[in-house]
T-cell receptor, first 112, second 114 residues
Framework: DTAVSQTPKYLVTQMGNDKSIKCEQN?????MYWYKQDSKKFLKIMFS???????INETVPNRFSPKSPDKAHLNLHINSLELGDSAVYFC???????????FGPGTRLTVL | AQSVTQPDIHITVSEGASLELRCNYS??????LFWYVQSPGQGLQLLLK??????LVQGIKGFEAEFKRSQSSFNLRKPSVHWSDAAEYFC????????????FGTGTRLQVFP
């Protein structure tokens, strides 16, 4: 069983569209994260949820909106996609904050 | 706020040679330190971590790292590299009691030649 799964793995879309990425973890963890990895492999945290509550909200455009329906799921919705949003987005989870994070396989988003 | 630096962008070694990847951090107290590995097209996987105690930490796949407070470093080592170790390696630092987020270094790409 995959510990942290993301769908879709690849996402190709036009500028201006709205898209969502889904993440699920079956590890029983309380904390989940969204990271963005750019073309130079730089990894930056976007959001973190602990027990469905938003605890980290970095300087991310309002077009990005996370939603955590329950502790096992953290989805990312992106409105009005821009070229600069092209990146690999990783979901991760940990038992508690600052503990070992388990990463999903990533979603490669390409905006044309 | 904490920060982390990986001075080496790209390292090339021969299979069987020893390896050391550098990581320097900036934080006023004892940080939480991690090394992650990312194989091509995959997510990150934890190699090892340091929270407290013994400053020499053993990890998976034969890796180890040593926390040196005097040098603000947490370098990753392996005595004999295998071709399958070719990947991107990330050092990360957490600042307990200060912020709940990990800061990742810019990564070091390891290439292994036969």
């Amino acid at each position: 069983d995959t510990a942290v799964s993301q769908t879709p793995k690849y996402l190709v879309t036009q500028m201006g569209n709205d898209k969502s990425i889904k993440c699920e973890q079956n590890l029983g963890h309380d904390t989940m994260y969204w990271y963005k990895q750019d073309s130079k492999k730089f990894l930056k945290i976007m959001f973190s949820y602990n027990n469905k509550e938003l605890i980290i909200n970095e300087t991310v455009p309002n077009r990005f909106s996370p939603k955590s329906p329950d502790k096992a799921h953290l989805n990312l919705h992106i409105n009005s996609l821009e070229l600069g949003d092209s990146a690999v987005y990783f979901c991760a989870s940990s038992l508690r904050q600052l503990d070992t994070q388990y990463f999903g396989p990533g979603t490669r988003l390409t905006v044309l | 706020a904490q920060s982390v630096t990986q001075p080496d962008i790209h390292i090339t070694v021969s299979e069987g040679a020893s390896l050391e990847l550098r990581c320097n951090y900036s934080y006023g107290a004892t940080p939480y330190l991690f090394w992650y590995v990312q194989s091509p097209g995959q997510g990150l996987q934890l190699l090892l971590k340091y929270f407290s105690g013994d400053t020499l930490v053993q990890g998976i796949k034969g890796f180890e790292a040593e926390f040196k407070r005097s040098q603000s470093s947490f370098n990753l080592r392996k005595p004999s590299v295998h071709w399958s170790d070719a990947a991107e390696y990330f050092c990360a630092v957490g600042a307990p009691g200060n912020t709940d987020k990990l800061i990742f270094g810019t990564g070091t790409r390891l290439q292994v030649f036969p």
